[in-house]
């Protein structure tokens, strides 16, 4: 069975960090990327960084302001999870956050992604 779980969410007041971890299982781990994605209310889910195998298999979406050189995703073959360390964190990156495993290079959208887990919140105050 797949299994993607969230973890590390949590209430944070602004300018704070967290760290966000994903533990896997039932799936070759090494041979895909992981992405994570976030949903705020009333919005659409985006992405919000990637990670892959290669060197240079990462993803940074340019159209989500600011998040580049705050969110960074790593991940530990090893142990089969995924992390995202997010610094200087604002209101607006309150969200419910996913992480998500793709056969293909990182990337933006959505579908490309086969397995989600369910998500952990992020609630940054002001």
């Known amino acids: 069975e797949v299994q993607l779980v969230e973890s590390g969410g949590g209430l944070v007041q602004a300018g704070g960090s967290l760290r966000l971890s994903c533990a896997t299982a039932?799936?070759?781990?090494?041979?895909?990327?992981t992405g994570w994605f976030r949903q705020a209310p009333g919005k659409q889910r985006e992405i919000v960084a990637c990670?892959?195998?290669?060197?240079?298999?990462?993803?940074?979406?340019d159209f989500v302001e600011s998040v580049k050189g705050r969110f960074t995703a790593t991940r530990n073959n090893a142990i089969t999870t995924a992390y995202l360390q997010m610094n200087d964190l604002k209101p607006e990156d309150t969200a419910l956050y996913y992480c998500?495993?793709?056969?293909?290079?990182?990337?933006?959208?959505?579908?490309?992604?086969?397995?989600w887990g369910r998500g952990t919140q992020v609630t940054v105050s002001s």
């Open positions: 990670v892959g195998n290669g060197d240079d298999d990462m993803y940074y979406p």
């Open positions: 998500a495993a793709t056969f293909y290079p990182c990337g933006p959208f959505v579908g490309a992604y086969d397995f």
């Open positions: 039932g799936f070759p781990f090494d041979e895909y990327a």
